[in-house]
């Protein structure tokens, strides 16, 4: 069964900083892999995917992802954090049947102090 | 185009009372979902269709019926409110798998049940 864990709740970074959102995740099989983002009272915004292409995946905004398949890790980052980027992060892995589900995260909140 | 759409954004029920919330996508997607999302548990899916006129159930059905009369349309039902669905939901749909799985949300109807 596919599942996936964020070992953060809340990461705190300085504005011009750098970011890193932590994930591990579980497949029986070669997982999809995507991190979500959700601002404050707004839905979800794809940042980016991987889907057993290139193993560093560039997303929106400066974000990028490394799958490493011997970690089972599918960790977000980006050089250096803006104001903007404070949200809720959800890393999210695929079911691999004909229902395409997602299995969501708990979520890394990212506050960007000034 | 709208993308996807939900009907209302808020709304306050009493314990006991119905409704029906409205999701509309213009993408042609086959996948529509059902999502509710509650503090420190991600998304949950509630109910799925992959495609019209077929429905079933994801991880938390109880207390909720759905139906995919049209293609473009997914409605999500609460036949009587209780405490406990006071939630944000959220609506998606995705392409087939040769999309790779990338599902579109909505912006999320917020419910409180009192």
């Known amino acids: 069964a596919q599942s996936v864990t964020q070992l953060d709740s809340h990461v705190s970074v300085s504005e011009g900083t750098p970011v890193l959102l932590r994930c591990n995740y579980s497949?029986?099989?070669?997982?999809?892999l995507f991190w979500y983002v959700q601002h404050p009272n707004k839905g979800l915004q794809l940042l980016l995917k991987y889907t057993s292409a290139a193993t560093l995946v560039k997303g929106i905004n400066g974000f990028e992802a490394e799958f490493k398949k011997s970690e089972t890790s599918f960790h977000l980052t980006k050089p250096s954090a803006h104001m903007s980027d404070a949200a809720e992060y959800f890393c999210?892995?695929?079911?691999?049947?004909?229902?395409?589900?997602?299995?969501f995260g708990s979520g890394t909140r990212l506050l960007v102090r000034p | 185009n709208a993308g996807v759409t939900q009907t209302p954004k808020f709304r306050v029920l009493k314990t006991g009372q119905s409704m029906t919330l409205l999701c509309a996508q213009d993408m042609n997607h086959e996948y529509m979902y059902w999502y509710r999302q509650d503090p420190g548990m991600g998304l949950r899916l509630i109910h799925y269709?992959?495609?019209?006129?077929?429905?079933a159930k994801g991880e938390v059905p109880d207390g909720y019926n759905v139906s995919r009369l049209k293609k473009q349309n997914f409605l999500l039902g609460l036949e009587s409110a209780a405490p406990s669905q006071t939630s944000v939901y959220f609506c998606?749909?995705?392409?087939?798998?040769?999309?790779?799985?990338?599902?579109?949300f909505g912006p999320g109807t917020r419910l409180t049940v009192t």
């Open positions: 999210v892995v695929s079911k691999m049947d004909s229902s395409y589900k997602l299995i």
């Open positions: 497949s029986s099989y070669s997982p999809s």
């Open positions: 269709s992959v495609g019209e006129g077929t429905t």
């Open positions: 998606a749909s995705s392409y087939s798998i040769l999309r790779n799985y990338e599902q579109y």
